[in-house]
């Protein structure tokens, strides 16, 4: 009989900029979690603007920085991966967008998670198909639809 993968996560979050006002590693956690089927090998990378227009301008031919990254690396037998989140990106949208601040990490988070899993939002129907599941995921853990204009 095979052995049935892992439901754990093993979660390492990375502060690379300024922690002050920042989620704690257990927000991660519960975030990751829950939009995670079966287990996970994920680390999650908070940093600063510089790092983060390097990197999307890297891996996504753009000059700017990026809420979020995502880095897949496999989903067999675990989701193994990377997410790199730009903090003063997620304040700055947040605030615009009028979103609470932890709600606007949470969904981030979700949506990086979705996309380890192999999630996309290429076409339109895609992009529907992710924001669905993006919201079922975050309204079970009490969150606003972000989507929501």
Same mark, same amino acid.
């Given at each position: ?32 979690? =829950?939009?995670?089927? $079966? ?9 600063? =603007? ?11 031919? !753009? ?12 989903? +067999? ?14 304040? !700055? +949208?947040?605030? +615009? ?24 939002? #290429?076409?339109? #129907?895609?992009?529907? =198909?992710?924001? #669905? +599941? ?7 853990? $009490? ?7």
């Amino acid at each position: 009989m095979k052995n049935a993968p892992s439901n754990r996560l093993n979660l390492s979050v990375q502060y690379a900029c300024n922690r002050e006002g920042l989620p704690l590693r257990a927000d991660f956690v519960r975030w990751a979690r =829950a939009a995670l089927v $079966g287990g996970g090998e994920v680390t999650i990378r908070l940093v600063d =603007a510089d790092e983060g227009q390097s990197l999307n301008k890297e891996y996504r031919g !753009k000059d700017y920085a990026t809420n979020v990254l995502s880095f897949p690396y496999d989903t +067999e037998p675990v989701v193994m991966g990377d997410l790199v989140v730009c903090p003063s990106v997620v304040s !700055k +949208e947040a605030a +615009e967008q009028n979103k609470p601040l932890e709600a606007h990490y949470a969904h981030l988070t979700v949506h990086g998670m979705l996309h380890l899993q192999g999630w996309d939002h #290429d076409n339109d #129907d895609d992009a529907q =198909a992710m924001e #669905d +599941e993006e919201r079922e995921i975050l309204a079970a853990m $009490g969150y606003p639809d972000p989507y929501a204009v």
